[in-house]
């Protein structure tokens, strides 16, 4: 086994944290660093008075068998719910209470330091330490671990490391930059009456605006009938990505107007910088691995960038690179 008593993971998204509970199985100690207030990444929801939207993203599916026992014991607690099958008759789970449910679950169970931006980090005497400023301080704060993990979207890995003066294997960098992104905006927004979306409260739209259309109320999650998640198309985010709030909510709402049945009362948006991996890392090569480990800087980077943008390939991510930093060297 390698020498990782100890490990900072840097994120705290459905990667970070199965990462987080494989170490934690082998006595491994575990900070994770969370720059937002909550734990969950993508897996994201938004409040509005009493309506709640699921506002990145909208479901997970099960293909692989280790996952899929994940999933069905979050069943049997009562943390997911089965919504619908998808085109491929593959079953759309969701958080009962939102998608956050269960990484917030993990979360509790877990050392997670919630609203701390990692500014700095620095690898000596094979000792990594992270610095980061807590929200609301002026004061930082800092981490010591043998290992150091990264889940934030790669770009942002890359800036950072960049910035901390890491250098990284020249190889090993080129095929990092090659990760790209989608964009995503998002418009939640309360109606004043049902939706009247069809059953199952979802729409799969291949559409020059949307690609996405939901029911919150529909699925579960909102005690207020009409509550709508939009998710626009990838060329719609890029045209419109700096235009003003309101310019890109008007523009969004007006696009699904034709498939709802009420009036929109209020709207919130977002904009999703990473939203979907649209290439990952080494996708060409015939054995690549779904992340990316240097056993001789002690570091590793996980999530969708390395497996795919499902919450399950993510989730994989993280914990096949928890099993390879403990396996024997």
């Known amino acids: 086994m390698t020498d990782a008593e100890s490990c900072i993971i840097i994120g705290a998204g459905i990667s970070g944290l199965l990462a987080a509970q494989h170490l934690m ?3 491994v100690e575990v900070t994770i660093l ?11 929801v938004k409040k509005m008075g009493e309506s709640v939207f699921d506002s990145g993203a909208q479901f997970m599916t099960t293909r692989d068998m280790i996952f899929r026992e994940r999933v069905e014991s979050w069943l049997d607690k009562g943390e997911v719910l089965p919504w619908y099958q998808g ?9 009962s209470k939102g998608m956050t449910t269960v ?5 509790a169970s877990l050392n997670v330091m919630l609203s701390e931006r990692v500014t700095k980090v620095s690898f000596k005497k094979k000792k990594w330490t992270v610095t980061t400023n807590p929200h609301g301080t002026k004061e930082n704060k800092k981490y010591t671990a043998n290992w150091l993990i990264m889940t934030a979207p790669v770009p942002q890995n890359l800036e950072l490391l960049d910035a901390s003066g890491i250098e990284l294997d020249y190889d090993d960098e080129m095929e990092l930059k090659k ?10 927004a309360q109606l004043n009456g049902p939706s009247g979306i069809p059953n199952p409260g979802a729409m799969d739209l291949n ?11 529909a699925k579960g999650i909102s005690p207020v009938e009409g509550t709508i998640t939009l998710h626009s198309s990838p060329k719609f ?3 419109y990505w700096d235009r003003p709030e309101e310019e890109r909510i008007q523009a969004m709402l007006a696009a699904a107007k034709p498939f709802i049945k009420a009036d929109v009362v209020e709207a919130i948006s977002h904009r999703w910088g990473f939203s979907d991996p649209v290439r990952i890392y080494r996708e060409k090569h015939p054995f690549r691995k779904p992340y990316f ?8 980077m996980a999530g969708d960038g390395f497996n795919g943008p499902r919450i399950e390939a993510a989730g994989l991510s993280g914990m096949d690179l928890a099993a390879a930093i403990l396996s024997p060297v």
């Open 179 to 188: 990760i790209s992104y989608l964009r995503c905006l998002t418009v939640m």
């Open 34 to 44: 969370e720059k937002s207030r909550g734990c969950g990444g993508r897996m994201a």
């Open 237 to 239: 985010a890029d045209t």
């Open 207 to 217: 559409h020059d605006v949307l690609r996405w259309l939901g029911d919150n109320s």
């Open 293 to 300: 480990i240097d056993d001789e800087m002690q570091l590793g």
């Open 103 to 107: 990484p917030e679950r993990i979360g």
């Open 87 to 95: 085109p491929l008759k593959n079953m759309r789970y969701v958080g």
């Open 25 to 27: 199985r082998y006595d």
